[in-house]
């Protein structure tokens, strides 16, 4: 079952957000789909229409979007994912103007699974480093001066 578990997720970051097969959401995630993070609009999104308008907004955002699996590890019903994704931001992101600014962002997802589709998530990026990839927050150096 934990290979089955992974695989499923897999799905989100090759088929749906790799591949831009938005139509794949359907057959990953269950209709009581629940997304806790931080990036997402509230903090929680429920339901795959909700997470497929947050998918769009990432994929505006970053047309060239790529995620890499780093490692993948299962126990029970759940899946943990360590994940990188590159992209080109040239379209608005919220409120932050398209910067042509190239962007890596790490992060760490973590995945219920039931009956075979995606029911809760948990996701954590590195949302800081991408604000100062685009310049939105100036890095600071040693004793808060700007780096």
Do not use: C
């Not at 079952?1 to 359907?26: D, H, P, Y």
């Not at 990432?58 to 979007?65: H, K, S």
């Amino acid at each position: 079952m934990s290979e089955q578990n992974k695989a499923l997720f897999k799905r989100t970051i090759e088929e749906v957000l790799n591949q831009r097969k938005l139509e794949v959401i359907g057959e990953v995630y269950a209709a009581n789909f629940v997304l806790h993070d931080p990036s997402a609009l509230g903090g929680k999104i429920s339901g795959p229409q909700h997470y497929k308008r947050f998918a769009e907004i990432y994929l505006a955002a970053f047309p060239d979007l790529h995620f890499t699996i780093n490692d993948q590890i299962a126990d029970g019903d759940k899946v943990v994912t360590r994940w990188t994704a590159t992209g080109t931001h040239r379209g608005a992101l919220m409120s932050v103007a398209p910067t042509g600014n190239r962007v890596t962002m790490t992060g760490i997802s973590i995945s219920r699974v039931q009956n075979g589709k995606l029911v809760e998530g948990w996701g954590n990026s590195d949302t800081l480093g991408i604000l100062q990839q685009l310049g939105v927050i100036q890095m600071m150096g040693p004793a808060g001066t700007s780096a």
